[in-house]
């Protein structure tokens, strides 16, 4: 990660993101090229509040929370670097050629890969990957826009 991102640490990613517990799906910022790429890291534990219901037995990570990983990650690489950042939000529109190769248990590290495929003045569209133990867990694209918050 170069010196110059300002994003690495729990601290910092709280600056960005507006999610907190128990939604905030980013725990630390492994590396950038604080434009188009980010690897952002969350351990999964089982003091997760969704493995009470999902499932009890045989406890497994929503499919919608690794997708949602992936988006907050995106949004750390989108405004990051951004001075301006508080006077905007990201809303997503699409999530395409999303599969779920391996379940996420209680102790994976999930190594989330994000990529910037193309940009087009407000609009993103990204490629997602979530590592486990470096198999893929997850895997999608995801198109969102940047509105002015208002």
Do not use: W
């Not at 990983?69 to 995106?74: E, P, S, T």
């Amino acid at each position: 990660m170069e010196d110059r991102y300002p994003i690495q640490r729990i601290n910092e990613i709280l600056k960005v993101l507006p999610q907190r517990y128990p939604f905030l799906l980013v725990d630390r910022i492994l590396e950038t090229d604080g434009s188009t790429r980010m690897v952002g890291l969350k351990n999964v534990t089982i003091n997760e509040p969704f493995f009470q219901g999902h499932f009890p037995e045989n406890p497994i990570m929503p499919g919608v929370l690794l997708v949602e990983a992936l988006a907050q990650v995106g949004v750390v690489l989108l405004f990051g670097s951004d001075q301006a950042r508080d006077s905007k939000l990201v809303y997503f529109s699409g999530i395409d050629k999303c599969r779920f190769r391996q379940p996420v248990v209680p102790g994976d590290q999930l190594r989330i890969e994000v990529t910037v495929l193309k940009q087009r003045e407000r609009y993103y569209k990204m490629k997602g990957q979530a590592l486990v133990d470096g198999n893929l867990a997850v895997e999608a694209e995801l198109s969102c826009s940047v509105v002015d918050r208002s």
